[in-house]
C-alpha cells in the first residue's frame, strides 16, 4: 500500500506520493478531520454525528457511514472489493484512522519540537526552523468555528508559538542574536501580547549593539500593554530594561556550551543560598535541562554535567518539594548503553535521592509519571549493583510507562530494563529485544539519542549472539545519526566494535591488538572513566587467553576495577601457587554488567590453570546459560572466545584424569 500522509497545520489535505487526494465535499473533509484529531483512537459513529450537525438530520449515521466508504475509496483506491480497510477501519462502535506515526504534519511538527529539546543547542534552530515550516495556515483551517476542533487548534497555535519563541532565544543564547530579530519582528506583529517575545527582541537588539532601538523595544511593549490591557511589562520585562539600562555583563551572551552551564548552576545555588526564590525552580529546572544537553557532547560536556547533576538534586531536595525534586532527578533522561557507572558514589547519591522522593510523592495517579521517572533513575543508576532493587524498579518504570502511552517516558523505562539485564549470563537476546523495541519507539516519535542507544544495545547483543552481519548494520546506521545529530561518543563505541569483530572473526593476534589499542585511544579525554579504566588491559587479556597464549598480566598497568581476576595470574607467573589460589578462592561474583562472561571466563582460566574443582564448577554454572555466545562480546567491546569452548575447557578440567594439576593453555576459538 502506496503511504498516504495529511495535512492539518493549515486546510486539511491527504496526499499520496505528493499527489493530493479529492476528498469530495466539506462534511467528507470534516470526518476526516475529526478522525486525524484522535489520534489513532476510536471516535463512535454518534459523536461523529454530534460533531458534524448542529441539528442532525434523520438519516445522519447514515450519512457518515456514506462519508466514511467514500473516503475509503478515496484512501485506498487500490483495495479488493470486500477486502478490509487496513488505513480507516470500523472498530467498535466507531471509526480509527490508523495513520503512521509520521505521517501527520501536526505529529511530525511536536515530534521535531521534542527532538530540539533534546538536541545540542547548536543544532536545535535549524530542527526547529524546519519544523516551523511545516504550517500552511492556521491549524485545521476550515473548522475554525467548530467547537470539536477548538481546543486541539489552540493547542497546537501555542505550541507554535512556543516553538518560534525558543528558536529566538536559541538563536540569542548561541551569539546570533542578529538572526532572531527579523523572526521576532514579524511574530509580534501578529501577536502583540506575548510578553516574552517582546523580552527576546529588545535581548537581541541589545547582543547586536542596538542599545537605543532594544529600550525603545520596551517602552513600546510597555505602552501597548497599558494602552489596551490596562496592565504593566511583567517582572521579566522590568527587569531587563533595569539590566539595559545598567549595561549589565550578565546580559553578554556566553562564550561556550560548558560555560554557560557552569555560571547558570552558579546563579542557581547561590540563589538557593540566599533563600528559595519565587523563579529559583523554573532556573534550577533549566539548568538540569541544559546539562542534559551536555551530556551528550562528550569530554568536558559529560564531565560538566555529571559533576554538576548531583548539585542540582541536592539544592531540589532543600526546597522540600517533592514534585520539583522528581523532575529534577527525572529530566536527566540521558540514555546509556554502558552498564558500569563513571561516577559510583554521586550514583548512590542519586539513587538515594530518587527513593526519598518516591516515597514522599503523592499517592495518586496524578504522580505516576514522576514516579515512573524516578524508577527508571534509580534502575539506571543502580547499573553495575547486585540488589534486587534495581530489576524491580525498572520493571516497574516500564509497566507504568506503557499504561501511560508516553513515548518518551517508555524509552527512558525501557533503558533502564537494559541497565538491569545483566544480572546472570546469556541475556543477551533479551539485550536485544530491548533495543529492538528502543530503535522502533525512537524512529516513530523522533527520539534521536534513544534511537542511539538502541542500535548500540543491539551491536553489543548481536555481537553476543556472533551475528556479524546484523551488527554492522547496525554500526552502520548508528555512525550515520551520531554524524548527523554530532553525537562524537558514538565512534569510540563504533571502534571498539570494529576491533572486537576483527579479534572474533579469525583476524590475527597482532592485528586485532593493534585494532584494541587504536580503539583504547580514542576513550582519552571522552569523559567516561567507567568504560575507559582498565578496558584495554582487560581486552588484551582475554585476547591472549583466547588465542591460547599465556596470560601475561602486567601488574603495573591500569586494571581499574577488573584487577582482582588479574592480579592471580601474576602470582601464578611469579610461581606463588598458594597465593593465586587464595586469590581464586576469594573473588567475588563478577558484576551485574555486560563483562560478567568475560569475567566468569577469567576466573575458569585460572581454575583451569590451578585444578581448582570448586572454581570449576562454580564458572561452569554461571557461564553454561550463555552456551552457544562468545563470551564478553555482549559489551560490544571485546572476547574471551566462545562460550563453548570454555565450557567444554572446563569439563576437561573436571575429567578424572585432569583434576590433579595444571591443564595449560587453550584457545576457545578452537576447542
Known amino acids: 500500500m502506496e503511504a498516504v500522509t495529511f495535512g492539518v497545520l493549515g486546510p486539511v ?17 470534516a470526518v476526516l478531520a475529526r478522525l486525524l484529531l484522535a489520534r489513532r483512537r476510536v471516535v463512535p459513529v454518534a459523536r461523529l454525528v454530534e460533531d458534524l450537525w448542529d441539528a442532525p438530520p434523520p438519516r445522519a449515521v447514515g450519512a457518515v457511514r456514506t462519508f466514511v466508504g467514500d473516503l475509503r475509496r478515496a484512501l485506498e483506491p487500490d483495495r479488493p472489493p470486500r477486502a478490509p480497510a487496513r488505513l480507516l477501519v470500523t472498530e467498535g462502535p466507531g471509526y480509527v484512522l490508523r495513520a503512521a506515526p509520521d505521517a501527520v504534519d501536526a505529529w511530525r511538527f511536536e515530534a521535531a519540537v521534542a527532538e530540539a529539546d533534546r538536541l545540542p543547542a547548536a543544532r536545535a534552530p535549524a530542527r526547529l526552523r524546519a519544523a516551523l515550516g511545516q504550517w500552511r495556515g492556521p491549524a485545521y483551517a476550515e473548522f475554525g468555528e467548530a467547537d470539536w476542533a477548538r481546543g486541539e487548534r489552540s493547542r497546537l497555535t501555542e505550541l507554535r508559538l512556543r516553538a518560534v519563541e525558543r528558536r529566538a532565544e536559541l538563536l540569542v543564547d548561541l551569539g546570533r542574536a542578529a538572526e532572531a530579530v527579523p523572526d521576532l519582528d514579524a511574530h509580534l506583529t501578529e501577536h502583540p501580547w506575548r510578553e516574552e517575545a517582546w523580552r527576546l527582541l529588545a535581548l537581541a537588539l541589545y547582543r547586536t549593539g542596538r542599545q537605543a532601538d532594544a529600550l525603545a523595544v520596551l517602552r513600546r511593549a510597555r505602552a501597548l500593554l497599558a494602552g489596551h490591557l490596562g496592565v504593566d511589562p511583567g517582572p521579566r520585562l522590568r527587569r531587563l530594561e533595569t539590566s539595559i539600562l545598567a549595561q549589565d555583563p550578565d546580559l553578554d551572551p556566553p562564550a561556550e556550551p560548558a560555560e554557560a552551564a557552569a555560571r547558570l548552576w552558579n546563579r542557581a545555588t547561590e540563589a538557593y543560598d540566599r533563600a528559595v526564590a519565587a523563579g529559583a525552580h523554573a ?83 496524578t504522580a505516576d509519571a514522576a514516579r515512573c521517572r524516578l524508577l527508571a533513575t534509580v534502575a539506571l543508576e543502580s547499573r553495575g549493583v547486585r540488589s534486587p532493587r534495581g530489576p524491580r524498579a525498572a520493571d516497574e518504570a516500564v509497566r507504568v510507562a506503557r499504561r501511560l502511552d508516553d513515548p518518551a517516558l517508555l524509552a527512558f523505562a525501557l533503558n533502564g530494563a537494559f541497565m538491569q539485564s545483566c544480572t546472570t549470563a546469556g541475556l543477551a537476546p533479551r539485550r536485544d529485544a530491548i533495543g529492538a523495541e528502543l530503535v522502533a519507539l525512537a524512529t516513530r ?30 554500526a552502520t546506521a548508528v555512525d550515520r545519526l551520531a554524524e548527523r545529530h554530532e553525537r562524537p ?21 597482532d592485528s586485532a591488538e593493534a585494532a584494541y589499542r587504536s580503539a583504547a585511544a580514542r576513550l582519552d579525554g571522552a569523559g567516561m572513566p567507567g568504560l575507559e579504566r582498565g578496558l584495554l588491559s582487560l581486552a588484551l587479556l582475554g585476547l591472549r587467553l583466547a588465542h591460547g597464549r599465556p596470560a601475561e598480566v602486567d601488574p603495573a598497568a591500569d586494571w581499574g576495577p577488573y584487577r582482582p581476576w588479574a592480579e592471580p595470574f601474576a602470582l601464578l607467573a611469579d610461581g606463588r601457587d598458594t597465593e593465586a589460589r587464595a586469590a581464586l578462592t576469594a573473588l567475588p561474583q563478577p558484576p551485574p554488567d555486560l563483562l560478567y562472561e568475560a569475567l566468569c571466563c577469567a576466573e575458569a582460566a585460572l581454575a583451569v590453570e590451578l585444578g581448582d574443582r570448586t572454581a570449576l564448577e562454580r564458572t561452569y554454572g554461571r557461564l553454561l546459560p550463555a552456551a552457544g555466545e562468545l563470551a564478553g562480546a555482549g559489551s560490544g567491546l571485546l572476547t574471551f572466545g566462545p562460550v563453548d569452548g570454555w565450557l567444554a575447557a572446563i569439563r576437561r578440567a573436571l575429567g578424572p584424569s585432569d583434576t590433579s594439576g595444571p591443564c595449560g593453555p587453550f584457545s576457545p576459538f578452537n576447542a
Open 13 to 29: 489535505t491527504a496526499e499520496r506520493d505528493g499527489d493530493v487526494l479529492a476528498l469530495r465535499g466539506p462534511r467528507h473533509r
Open 283 to 365: 532556573r534550577l529546572e533549566s539548568t538540569v535541562g541544559l546539562l542534559r544537553n551536555l551530556a551528550v557532547t562528550g569530554g568536558g560536556g559529560l564531565e560538566a554535567a555529571r559533576e554538576h547533576r548531583t548539585a542540582a538534586v541536592a539544592a531540589a531536595e532543600e526546597t522540600g518539594d517533592a514534585e520539583l525534586t522528581a523532575r529534577v532527578i527525572g529530566a536527566y533522561d540521558v540514555p546509556a548503553n554502558w552498564t558500569r557507572g563513571d561516577d559510583p558514589e554521586a550514583a548512590r547519591r542519586i539513587v538515594a535521592a530518587a527513593e526519598r522522593t518516591l516515597t514522599a510523592l503523592p499517592g495518586d495517579a
Open 445 to 474: 516519535h523522533g527520539l534521536v539519542n534513544h534511537e542511539v542507544a538502541g542500535h548500540l544495545i543491539r551491536i553489543q547483543a548481536r555481537s553476543a549472539l556472533g551475528d556479524f552481519t546484523a551488527a554492522d548494520e547496525y
Open 489 to 509: 561518543l558514538v565512534s569510540v563505541f563504533t571502534q571498539w566494535y570494529r576491533a572486537l569483530r576483527r579479534a572474533a572473526t579469525g583476524g590475527s593476534y
